[in-house]
């Protein structure tokens, strides 16, 4: 249950990171799990949650600092919930990574990694590289001004923040103006939301807004696009409500492999976060896989064909699988504009196992998946009974990746031949991995 007034607590000696990234103690034989603290560190306890297992506390203070403490770079890292550990230098966040990695593929999948298996992790600037985002939007009363930002650490109110570092500059160093044109608008209560999505070239704002906005609202957006360049769209209802503002015309994109292809998307299309750590994954994947020219490859989770098109180029035949139509169809108009013709698209609900659809009754040499933090559980029979001499796996989550990685290798007699994990998000907790596995 919350404590009504933060208590404070004893000193203690921490010893481990959690998953999510919080600092590992014990008092009075209770596990606490303490934001802002590191392992080997010695801080005092602020109390902010018990519960009948575990209880929730902060560092109060740091009595004895680990020696990968670092002072984070953004003031507002004690309350915003955007990031989890600024306070703990940047390579050893990967190390944290790597280690979650390798704790989950043995206690879950029961593997072990050797260092010949491990791949130095992908890794690009900490700063900056965050191109999609969703900011809440509150009017407070008591501050009689608009926040926009991520949530509060404690997930209830939105963070009272002026820029975000990890943001897109163009977005992250705009938090404030952001807060001031909503303020000034006439429905500044009924405005809950922004999204943004921003590509190589430009940037773009959904305004979501519950209410009709006024010509003078709509008139602050004009000006502000006309001041920053940010395209602005506008959401009344649902994703197809979405309408674009200012410009007159305007499209998102991206350029992979070496920039040979263009992928223009959508505002509200799911694209990898990390710009520059998308560029070195395509890349590594492609390196991975090792493929002579000659091969069929199915792409499983393709999205708007992030992986599919570099592989078109590469390959004979590509079939790319999708659970929307609207990023099938998406997909294939970006095959249709880089003037690859080799590389089709289905749509396939992968949550539930394929069974007997035209694409199954292809032969594959390899495959290539990226799914969901669920992972790929309804996929793995079908991907064993393929005839595809390598499988490679892109994942969001280590324990779905463990846990469907241990089935393929432990029951089904693929090898684990590379495994590594790809910095996405640096300063939070989440872990990306690439993973190879050849058919033994």
């Known amino acids: 249950m919350p404590v009504s007034q933060p208590e404070a607590g004893e000193l203690v000696s921490i010893t481990d ?18 934001h802002g603290a590191l392992p080997d560190e010695r801080v005092q306890l602020r109390f ?54 390798l704790e989950n593929l043995k206690r879950i999948g029961q593997l072990d990694v050797t260092p010949e298996q491990l791949a130095a992790p992908l890794i690009a600037a900490p700063w900056g590289y965050r191109r999609k985002a969703r900011l809440s939007v509150r009017y407070v009363h008591k501050k009689q001004r608009v926040l926009v930002g991520f949530r509060e650490r404690k997930g209830k109110f939105v963070a009272d923040c002026q820029h975000c570092h990890t943001l897109h500059p163009a977005i992250g160093e705009r938090l404030q103006q952001l807060a001031e044109l909503i303020n000034a608008m006439s429905i500044r209560e009924r405005v809950p939301q922004l999204e943004v999505a921003c590509g190589d070239d430009s940037c773009a704002l959904i305004v979501r807004h ?17 001041s920053t360049g940010i395209a602005i769209y506008l959401q009344a209802k649902g994703p197809d409500s979405i309408q674009l503002l200012v410009p007159e015309q305007h499209q998102l994109a991206y350029a992979i492999d070496a920039g040979q292809i263009n ?43 992030n992986f599919s098109l570099p592989l078109a180029r590469r390959v004979a035949q590509v079939t790319g699988v999708e659970g929307s139509q609207d990023m099938v169809r998406r997909a294939q108009q970006n095959a249709s504009s880089n ?18 659809l035209p694409w199954q009754r ?73 993973a190879l596995l050849r058919r033994g």
């Open 339 to 356: 003037q690859l013709h080799n590389v089709c698209f289905h749509m396939a609900d992968l949550s539930v196992a394929p069974v007997d």
């Open 263 to 305: 992928m223009p998307f959508a505002p509200t299309d799911f694209v990898q976060v990390n710009a520059e750590i998308n560029q070195r994954m395509v890349a590594q994947a492609m390196d991975w896989l090792a493929l002579r020219g000659d091969e069929q490859v199915l792409d499983l989770y393709c999205g708007l064909g």
């Open 17 to 34: 990171l959690s998953h999510d990234g919080r600092g590992v103690c014990r008092v009075n034989g209770k596990t606490v799990f303490v």
């Open 362 to 434: 292809q032969h594959f040499d390899a495959i290539l998946l990226d799914p969901p933090r669920a992972g790929a559980a309804a996929c793995v029979d079908m991907l064993a009974a393929s005839a595809a001499s390598r499988i490679l796996y892109v994942s969001c989550q280590p324990a779905s990746l463990a846990r469907d990685l241990g089935q393929l290798v432990n029951q089904h007699g693929f090898k684990l031949e590379k495994i590594g994990i790809m910095d996405m998000f640096p300063h939070t907790a989440h872990v990306e991995t690439m």
């Open 48 to 101: 902010l949650q018990r519960h009948r297992k575990y209880d929730e506390a902060e560092a109060a203070s740091v009595d004895q600092a680990s020696p990968d403490r670092v002072a984070p770079r953004c003031e507002h890292v004690d309350f915003c919930g955007g990031c989890a550990l600024q306070h703990l230098s940047i390579e050893q966040q990967r190390q944290f990574k790597q280690q979650q990695l």
């Open 210 to 226: 519950l209410l009709p906005l006024s010509d003078a609202d709509l008139d602050l957006w004009r000006d502000f696009h006309s």
